[in-house]
C-alpha cells in the first residue's frame, strides 16, 4: 500500500507557522512546532531537523506518536521530537504543539517565582503553570534534552491539562487545539513573562484572578486571527 502523501496545504501552513514563532522572537535557531496529522491521529507533522525559520513545506515530515519518522528518506530529525509524540498520546485534546527556548521564559523555571497571566492577553495561562524537573526522570547528569520516550511522557504528565509548561534550565512547551492556537499563545507566554519580569521589578503585581483569566482566555480564543495574519503577512512580506 503506498504511503498517505502530506497534505499540501498543512505542510505549508506548518512551515509558516515556524516563520512566525521566529520572526516573533519565540525560535531562533533551536525550537519546533508541530501539528497532529489531521487525516490520522496517532501521526504528526513537523519539520527536518533545522532553524525554524528556514523551513518551507518540502522540509516536513510524518512521524509516528513514538517519535519515528514514517518517510525518513535519508533527513536529519529533531532529537526532541519525542516531546510532540508523548504530548499528543496524553492529551487527545492538542493538536498542535511548541516548544522553544523564548528568554523570557527561562527565568520562571529556574526560580520560585511562578509564571503567572498579568494581562488579558496571558489569560490562557490559569493560576497554574508546572515546571518539568527533568532531574526526577533523567537524573543529575543529563543533557537536559527530551530525547527519549520516557523523558517525552515525563513532560506530558507534568503538562497535564496545563496549556504552558516550563521546562527548568531550558524552555517551555505550549499547547492548543489549533495550530494558530498553539502559535498565539507561545508568542504571548514570551510576552507576559517579559512584563511579569518588569511588573516584579516595580512593586508587588497585581495578576488576573483565576475567574479573570479564564474569561480573558474565552475572549481571546475568539479573536486570535487578528493577531496571526497580521504575522502571516510580516513572514509573507519577508520571503
Keep these: 500500500?503506498?504511503?498517505?502523501?502530506?497534505?499540501?496545504?498543512?505542510?505549508?501552513?506548518?512551515?509558516?507557522?515556524?516563520?512566525?514563532?521566529?520572526?516573533?522572537?519565540?525560535?531562533?535557531?533551536?525550537g519546533h512546532v508541530?501539528?497532529?496529522?489531521?487525516?490520522?491521529?496517532?501521526?504528526?507533522?513537523?519539520?527536518?531537523?533545522?532553524?525554524?525559520?528556514?523551513?518551507?513545506?518540502?522540509?516536513?515530515?510524518?512521524?509516528?506518536?513514538?517519535?519515528?519518522p514514517v518517510d525518513p528518506g535519508g533527513r536529519a530529525v529533531y532529537l526532541e521530537r519525542f516531546i510532540h509524540g508523548s504530548i499528543y498520546k496524553a492529551r487527545p485534546d492538542v493538536t498542535s504543539v511548541v516548544h522553544s527556548h523564548s528568554p523570557a521564559i527561562i527565568p520562571f523555571?529556574?526560580?520560585?517565582?511562578?509564571?503567572?497571566?498579568?494581562?488579558?492577553?496571558?489569560?490562557?495561562?490559569?493560576?497554574?503553570?508546572?515546571?518539568?524537573?527533568?532531574?526526577y526522570s533523567a537524573g543529575d547528569a543529563s543533557n537536559m534534552l527530551i530525547d527519549?520516550?520516557?523523558?517525552?511522557?515525563?513532560?506530558?504528565?507534568?503538562?497535564?491539562?496545563?496549556?504552558?509548561?516550563?521546562?527548568?534550565?531550558?524552555?517551555?512547551?505550549?499547547?492548543?487545539?489549533?495550530?494558530?492556537?498553539?502559535?498565539?499563545?507561545?508568542?504571548?507566554?514570551?510576552?507576559?513573562a517579559k512584563m511579569q519580569s518588569e511588573a516584579i521589578r516595580l512593586g508587588p503585581v497585581t495578576y488576573l484572578s483565576p475567574g479573570e483569566a479564564k474569561s480573558a482566555k474565552d475572549s481571546q480564543d475568539k479573536t486570535l486571527t487578528r493577531s496571526y495574519e497580521l504575522w502571516t503577512r510580516r513572514v509573507a512580506e519577508a520571503e
Design 1 to 30: 500500500m503506498a504511503k498517505a502523501k502530506i497534505d499540501p496545504q498543512q505542510a505549508a501552513e506548518l512551515a509558516t507557522a515556524n516563520r512566525i514563532l521566529f520572526d516573533q522572537g519565540v525560535v531562533d535557531g533551536f
Design 34 to 68: 508541530s501539528i497532529r496529522d489531521p487525516g490520522d491521529p496517532e501521526r504528526f507533522l513537523l519539520a527536518r531537523s533545522m532553524a525554524p525559520g528556514l523551513v518551507t513545506p518540502k522540509d516536513i515530515m510524518r512521524f509516528d506518536l513514538e517519535g519515528s
Design 109 to 135: 523555571g529556574i526560580t520560585p517565582q511562578k509564571l503567572r497571566p498579568v494581562y488579558h492577553m496571558s489569560g490562557f495561562l490559569g493560576d497554574n503553570v508546572p515546571v518539568f524537573e527533568i532531574r
Design 148 to 192: 527519549s520516550v520516557k523523558l517525552g511522557d515525563a513532560l506530558a504528565k507534568t503538562l497535564g491539562n496545563a496549556v504552558v509548561a516550563l521546562m527548568r534550565g531550558h524552555g517551555s512547551v505550549t499547547v492548543g487545539p489549533s495550530l494558530r492556537h498553539a502559535v498565539f499563545r507561545a508568542v504571548y507566554a514570551e510576552t507576559n
